[in-house]
């Protein structure tokens, strides 16, 4: 069996259980969350979630790319969104990486150089502040003002918010 066909199976048996509305796609709680695709995040587990309060929005690193704007903009401005949470998270793999190192390697697999930047870090806490600048610049969104940053330690679960002023 694949893992796909056990997480089809999961659905046929637990995916009608789920709390939560899903009768709209604007969520409840008026709320976007951007965090890393790291598997360790259960983001539903983390804020108590259920189906239809929040989008939920996650990538390498759980950073703010031009990706994450599209997305964003069009949570705010189609779906009702007003707040952005962004959590990024202890032991992450893009501390393990360098841009111009890992865009060598790629390069010399595919003979391709990707164009997109990989947005290697080395201080969780100065990224987040990062992505909440850029959130907070973007002309394309219109809710900058309640735009928060943290760090979530994999290891307790809690998390710690980032002064980003």
């Known amino acids: 069996m694949t893992a796909i066909d056990e997480l089809v199976r999961r659905n046929d048996e637990f995916g009608q259980r789920a709390p939560g509305d899903r009768s709209s796609p604007t969520p ?8 890393c695709m790291d598997a360790r995040i259960r983001v539903f587990e983390v804020f108590g979630l259920a ?8 990538n390498a690193g759980g950073v703010v790319t031009d ?15 007003r707040e952005v949470l962004i959590v990024q998270h202890t032991q992450c793999g893009l501390q393990t990486v360098t841009e111009d190192g ?21 201080d969780v806490s100065s990224s987040v502040r990062q992505s909440v600048k850029r959130v907070r610049q973007s002309p394309f969104l219109e809710h900058t ?14 998390l710690t918010e980032v002064d980003a002023s």
């Open 28 to 35: 409840s709680l008026h709320v976007a969350i951007l965090t």
């Open 51 to 58: 189906h239809g309060e929040s989008h939920i929005l996650r």
């Open 67 to 81: 990706d994450v704007i599209r997305s964003l903009s069009l949570s705010q401005r189609k779906l009702g969104t």
């Open 102 to 122: 890992f865009k060598d390697e790629l390069e010399a697999a595919t003979g391709l150089r990707p164009t997109w930047s990989i947005e290697a870090f080395r």
């Open 145 to 158: 003002d309640t735009v928060r940053g943290f760090v979530y330690d994999v290891s307790t679960g809690g």
